[in-house]
């Protein structure tokens, strides 16, 4: 192209480009070297969700915004060609209702989630693998799948945090051992306070939880059948503790 550009504007087209060069390739050292909210790097804290949050994204100026989303893109999907147009997908789902999604170059997708941006591979969106594990009480289980270990406690409701007690179970209505898979379809739960037992699928769907999480969504079985807890959902009603119980069974969710 340049001797294109020389032929049709002149000679100082080429030292102009050259400027230009310069100039950018200064203006992306100090973005990188002053202003670390815009790097994307991986927290090993996180569950299996390569998760963007909409606090981060929301505190920064438009500019960071869009290189905040380039590096985060760049860190999640390999061989992705991040375009302009790409960043503004990603920043038009962003501002959107949970449960909006953007496919990507190079078999990805990206997820609106309730708290922020996940990117899942196509895959993810095609098929959901079941998996099924036994788990005594009191003990835990390693979830790989999800990234995450479930854990099942004997405990005073007094050492439970306020926001999880809805959660709590009464371990003399339950055996000594639960069967932790992802929901199936046909299944039913009956959170407390609702008005009956409605399917897992239309639970989830209430919530906004699609894709790859929603396939893959954690329940605890009792006697082969009953569903008896269920990730984020408060207990059924009729196994819930009774008032001044001395003990109670808390599952508890922690990400590896």
Known sequence: ????????????TVENLADLAEIARAEEEHWKLAHPE???ERDPQETEECQLTL??????????QRRLIRGWLE?????????????????DIAGGPSGKQVELPGGHFVRRTQQGLCVEPTSAHTASSDYEYRLLIPGQVELPELGIRIEVLLTERSSVPETDREQL??????????TIRNWRPGDRFWPAHTKE?????ELLND?????????????AVAGGRSLVWMRGFSTPAELQPVPGASSVLWIRVIPN
Request: charge should be positive.
């Open 1 to 12: 192209m340049l001797p294109l550009l020389k032929e049709d504007f002149g000679l100082a």
């Open 38 to 40: 815009i790097r994307a």
């Open 55 to 64: 606090t981060a994204l929301s505190k920064l100026s438009l500019a960071a």
């Open 75 to 91: 860190t999640n999907s390999l061989d992705l060609n991040v375009s302009f147009r790409v960043i503004e997908q990603v920043r």
């Open 169 to 178: 179970l009464d371990a003399d209505r339950l055996p000594k051992e639960l």
């Open 197 to 201: 037992a409605k399917k897992v699928k």
């Open 207 to 219: 919530q906004h939880i699609v894709g790859a999480a929603k396939g893959r969504w954690p329940v």
